[in-house]
């Protein structure tokens, strides 16, 4: 997104006006708190935000903390004014400007978005970010019930890439925890060890709420064009965080 390498992201609109997609490292880092040069992560923020046709400003991000709080938006939330949350939804009274967008950063961690429409036919948003502390927290329960609470009727979902349950290593004890929560996380590394599914985890959360979900099928310890926590640590790599984001344009 500098102009020096070429921009292989894309949003694809999934119904009338709506619009999701899941950025890679082509969009750079938009993580201000991984060591970053803040001016840099803003400018990777802005062209973002232009190709999601959401310019000025109308996406809103979020300060995660692996937890489970859904916080409502207006949109455009940001800096000082971002919620401190690991799910958003939109608030439809609120949507502005061009197109309004939610943002969800990851970097091995599930990035889950979610559309609904209302009782009025209004468009209905969210997203979450789904890690090991969120799924077992019950993360997803709460952004499905906020939708459904505001009339969200024919939820559907996308999940972004993340850790694969052939490579996401935990010891016992946690991969037991998890699994006590979500049996469909229990799972075995490629070399035999202790893992959790997280794709896995989230799609049977999904689906016990009626949600129609989409895997990705992407591991981002194993394709380096998506960011990997797990990798850059292993490898020495940079850190950085990728994105999911969903876009609404108001309707006339």
């Not at 949109?75 to 502005?96: F, K, Y």
Request: aromatic share 4%; charged share 15%.
């Amino acid at each position: 997104m500098n102009g020096q390498v070429a921009r292989m992201w894309s949003m694809k609109e999934v119904r009338p006006g709506i619009r999701v997609g899941f950025t890679d490292t082509t969009a750079g880092n938009l993580a201000f708190h991984v060591g970053d040069d803040p001016a840099r992560v803003a400018e990777h923020r802005a062209a973002v935000a232009a190709v999601a046709a959401a310019a000025g400003g109308s996406i809103a991000w979020m300060n995660q903390v692996h937890g489970a709080h859904t916080a409502v938006v207006a949109g455009g939330e940001q800096g000082s004014a971002a919620p401190t949350a690991d799910a958003m939804v939109l608030d439809p009274a609120n949507v502005s400007g061009p197109a309004a967008g939610l943002a969800v950063m990851v970097a091995d961690c599930v990035p889950v978005v979610l559309v609904g429409t209302g009782s009025g036919g209004e468009p209905l948003l969210g997203v979450a970010h789904a890690g090991r502390p969120g799924v077992e927290a019950g993360v997803i329960d709460s952004v499905v019930s906020q939708l459904q609470h505001a009339g969200a009727a024919g939820i559907e979902a996308w999940l972004g890439p993340s850790i694969c349950g052939s490579c996401y290593e935990v010891p016992e004890d946690m991969r037991a925890s998890v699994a006590a929560r979500v049996p469909q996380a229990h799972a075995t590394t490629s070399w035999g060890t202790p893992a959790l599914d997280l794709p896995a985890a989230v799609l049977a959360q999904l689906r016990a709420h009626g949600v129609t979900a989409h895997a990705s099928g992407i591991c981002t310890l194993e394709d380096s064009r998506y960011y990997s926590h797990r990798r850059s640590q292993r490898d020495g790599e940079p850190e950085g965080r990728f994105i999911g984001l969903v876009t609404a344009t108001p309707r006339p």
